[in-house]
């Protein structure tokens, strides 16, 4: 009989953390997840569902529209946010209904409470210790917010998820993921929303034909995009609040948005007091099994601030499990991480971005851009985007990229095809199938002109 009351205890029951948990049992393992909060975590009860489902529900504000070119005539459509919210709720309910199930039926406890690391092998919870031979820390992250005057006046993705009425003006202060995809569903759901940036253009990180192209169709959809642009302070004037920019400059708004990144929960959960090592930016250290610089204390998902994604922190567990459980030592493989962006029109990706791929050698780029067909009647002026980055000399697709409607579903399987290490030759010999706006990746036969601009 082990020395320790369990195998494996992880702290966090989000999807890197459930993944792990449930998977290590199903080797025998005895485990057991502590969570603070919610079972399911930041992914499925406050960010990738929740938002996913309000994204859905925004959507039909263009389909009424679309609709009367294809000779659909509805009374003016009316809608209610706040039933929106609670049928989006009672959903989560009912997943964290199943992730408690999942992690009962694979034999894991649940212990509620939250953790905190009070040994090499001990967690302390509500005031009482459970060990084990393992301890695995998936507590995710936080959004951040910087350091602004009036900074208590904002929201963030969590609080945004579940605003009890729509505001009439918007601010959204950041301008990655979460930035664009609130900006596009609340714009079209008729709010008035400006993004401030303090770079020159939004999703810095993705190819700059992804970040033209999308910032170009936010700003068409009635986006206000303020570039290379500082908040100075927030102030609350009643209902209003008025955002102080460069110099003289305001904005005035009736809800503030920071959407500035997330930082990894490390915080008060006795990691260093341990001999846990972290980063400056206060992310867990970990080699590539993992393992962090206490040798029975991991740390996977969007806490070791590498690609804060959830299914690469379910890839993550599951490499962590074949590692530790079923002595097959296995690091993650980050390439070709496919990556998408749910804003309107939504980004999928994978891959190198072309300047990426200029700095390993010569690239040959085919590049797309179109009105979608089904805006041909609907009227609305919306275009898409897909690019194909080529290594010049193997001619292996290296990156592919798109901006329009069904871009996350499109790009899913082709990043199949640059798994496989497939080549434009490979492409071109697919069949497209007609008519759809995917066939584009295997009909493009054109390459960019190369210009003698530097890139
Ligand atoms: P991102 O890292 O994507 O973007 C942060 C944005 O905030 C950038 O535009 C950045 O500007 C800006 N910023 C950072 N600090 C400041 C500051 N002090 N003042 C002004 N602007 C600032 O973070 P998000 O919060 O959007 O999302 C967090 C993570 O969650 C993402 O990186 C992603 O991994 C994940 N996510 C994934 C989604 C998906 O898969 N669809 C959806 C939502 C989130 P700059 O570019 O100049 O650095």
């Not at 989006?88 to 999942?102: F, V």
């Not at 950041?174 to 401030?196: C, H, P, Q, R, T």
């Not at 102030?235 to 920019?245: F, M, V």
């Not at 072309?354 to 979608?372: K, L």
Request: aromatic residues 6%.
């Amino acid at each position: 009989m082990s020395e320790f009351d369990y195998d494996l205890i992880t702290i966090g029951a989000g999807s890197g953390g459930v993944r792990s948990s449930r998977m290590a049992a199903r080797t025998g393992a005895r485990v057991a997840v502590v969570e603070e909060s919610r079972a399911g975590g930041t992914c499925v009860m406050r960010g990738c569902v929740p938002k996913k489902l309000l994204v859905f529900g925004s959507h039909f504000a263009h389909d009424f529209g679309d609709a009367r070119g294809f000779g659909w005539h509805v009374d003016e459509p009316s809608f209610d946010w706040g039933e929106l919210i609670a049928n989006k709720n009672a959903e989560l309910d009912r997943l964290e209904g199943i992730y408690q199930r999942i992690l009962r039926e694979n034999k894991v406890d649940l212990i509620e409470g939250r953790g905190v690391v009070t040994g090499p092998h001990s967690v302390e919870v509500n005031g009482k210790t459970y060990t084990a031979e393992r301890i695995l820390i998936a507590t995710g992250s936080w959004p951040h917010l910087p350091d602004v005057p009036g900074i208590e006046h904002a929201i963030t993705s969590n609080e945004a998820l579940d605003l009890q009425e729509l505001p009439d003006r918007i601010v959204i202060v950041g301008g990655g993921y979460i930035a664009v995809e609130f900006a596009g569903l609340f714009n079209a759901l008729g709010v008035d929303v400006s993004i401030i940036i303090r770079a020159g253009n939004i999703l810095r990180g993705f190819d700059e034909d992804i970040r033209d192209t999308l910032a170009d169709e936010m700003e068409k959809a009635g986006i206000t995009i303020h570039r290379e642009c500082q908040v100075r302070s927030i102030e609350k004037q009643g209902d209003i609040y008025s955002l102080r920019l460069h110099g003289t400059e305001t904005i005035e708004c009736d809800t503030v948005f920071y959407a500035t990144g997330r930082t990894a929960n490390t915080k008060g959960i006795g990691l260093e007091e341990v001999g846990v090592k972290l980063s400056e930016r206060g992310g867990v250290i970990v080699d590539e099994y993992f393992q962090t610089s206490v040798p029975s204390v991991f740390a996977l998902g969007d806490v070791i601030e590498r690609i804060q994604l959830t299914p690469v922190a379910i890839n993550e567990g599951m490499a962590f499990v074949a590692s530790q459980f079923e002595g097959r030592p296995t690091p993650m493989d980050y390439t070709n991480v496919p990556a998408a962006v749910f804003s309107q029109p939504p980004v999928g990706t994978v891959g190198l971005m072309e300047a990426e791929a200029r700095q390993n050698g010569d690239v040959d780029i085919y590049m797309s851009r179109f009105r979608p067909m089904k805006h041909t009647l609907s009227g609305r002026n919306a275009h898409a985007m897909m690019k194909l980055v080529v290594d010049s000399e193997s001619q292996r697709v290296v990156g592919c990229h798109m901006v329009g409607d069904d871009a996350p579903e499109i790009v899913q399987g082709f990043a199949v095809a640059l798994k496989c290490g497939a080549t434009k030759q490979q492409f071109d010999a697919t069949v497209g199938i007609h008519p759809t706006s995917a066939e584009e990746f295997v009909t493009m036969r054109e390459k960019v002109p190369e210009t003698d601009e530097e890139c």
